[in-house]
């Protein structure tokens, strides 16, 4: 039986025999695939129509459909670019295995509102979330430098950190049990730094940093990496590698120094869990699991009902063996803010220390 990663496959090197506007139908339809929430061939069986799937007009179900019937020859092995992603359906037969996960997710550390590039405010984004019995969201919009995706300044982190905290004193009123969190997903030069004031990230609840450039370079990019890390205002590293299905492989660098190090600063790593971007993927994960590392999901939403992409980030985190202690997400809020505060003090007194020399 062909499953829903097998189809995506297909539908991806359909694309590349294919031309003009039935080659884009094609590679759109293979990235769809992940976030289709049923296997596509029990809905065949169920007589369902294909089209009720993201991506899929007629055209395309009716290829699938022949596919079912007559499977091709598996295909040559699949491309580095396309490896390693977990379909929904997938992860949907994953996760039930271990009841308690989804039990224990007490929120999503990466999500984006209309402040920068994303479509709803921090209001529907809150109110989407209560349906998985969280505790916390972090509203993570883009700072200032990523201007293409409508990156906030310091000001404007300021007024939304106002409107956060409006809307969490009306749904503390109202008896919810979900605080909104302040945080940013900062973007990082390659030399890891920031481009936002340190003092407009005190008030945060949490630091995401990321990179957004630079990110084709073939080059092992360790230097970078260690230095993000180093960053005092960072508390956890964004989408690490930078991959995206079927377009970008992302970067080159030793995963296990790196690992190692976020480990030592008692820092996080992202798996972003948006569906072509699954990164950290397994494997990866497995390296940062020998290495004691803390993993934050995010699913990287846009729009309120991307939250459930967090399955594809707990069915990564289930098959790479990552120790539930060692998923941000698991600790109740207070808990989660305890240790943001430690890492600040920590990076506080190292330069008390400093200064305490150099004076
Ligand atoms: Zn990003």
Redesign the pocket.
Known sequence: MLSNTDIAELLAQQAERETGIPSRAFRRAARSAFVWSAEVANLIRQNRSLTELRSVGPFIEKQIRNWIEKPPHPAKTVPVVRQDFISTAEARRLLPARPAWREKLRGDL?MHTRWSDGSGTIAEMAEAAPGRSYQYIAITD?SKA?KI?GGIDERALKRQGAEIAKLNAAMSKSGAHLSVLRSI?M?LNPRGEGDMSPDSLLGLDLV?G???SALRTTEDQTERYLAALRNPHIHIL??PR?RIYNFRIGLKADWPRIFAEAAQLDKAVEI?CYPDRQDLNVALLKIAREHGTRISLGT?AHHAWQLEFIDLGLAAALRAKIPTDRILNFMPVLELKAWAQSIRDRTTSRRCFASYFLS
């Open positions: 990466q883009h990523l995706a997903e973007n995401l990321s990179f957004h964004g989408h930078g972003d990287d």
